[in-house]
C-alpha cells in the first residue's frame, strides 16, 4: 500500500489510478470557509464517485500529516526558508493488488466507507484529535 498526493489538480502519481482504492480529503475550520477549496473537493468527489474510489473526509491536516511521519512532534519537519509543506487537502490510497485486501487496516476503512454510505453519509468524516 502507498500514500500519493493528490493536489490542485494535478495527480503527482505515475502509477497505475485503477489501483486508487481510498481518497482522503483533509481540512480544518479555515478551510471550510476556502470556496476554492471547496469547489476543489467536489470536482474530486465527482471523480471518486465516478470511479468506484471510496472517499474520506479527514479533519485535522496537520495531525493527519503527523500521522503520515511528515511532521515531527517537536513541530513541522521544515525550518524557515525551506521548501513549502506538502498539501495533503487530498490524499490518494494506492493497493496494487486491489483484488486482495493485505493490509486489515485499509480493509476496515474501506468498509466503514461503505456501511456510511448504506446509512447515507456519502463521505464519512473522521476527526483526528491533536496530541
Known sequence: MTLEEFSAGEQKTES????VV???LAA???????????IHFTLIQAFCCEN??????VSNPG??????????DAGPA???????PPDLHCVLVT???SSQWKDPALSQLICFCRESRYM????????????
Do not use: K, M
Not at 497505475?16 to 489501483?19: F, K
Not at 480544518?28 to 471547496?38: F, I, N, S
Not at 495531525?63 to 515531527?72: D, G, N, P, Y
Open 78 to 84: 521544515l525550518s524557515e526558508g525551506a521548501e513549502q
Open 16 to 19: 497505475d489510478p485503477d489501483n
Open 52 to 57: 468506484d474510489i471510496d472517499i474520506l473526509r
Open 120 to 131: 447515507d453519509q456519502w463521505v464519512p468524516v473522521i476527526n483526528l484529535p491533536e496530541r
Open 28 to 38: 480544518d475550520e479555515d478551510d471550510d470557509r476556502d470556496v476554492a477549496l471547496q
Open 22 to 24: 481510498l481518497c482522503l
Open 63 to 72: 495531525r493527519l500529516a503527523e500521522l503520515l511521519l511528515l511532521e515531527s
Open 95 to 97: 493497493n496494487p493488488h
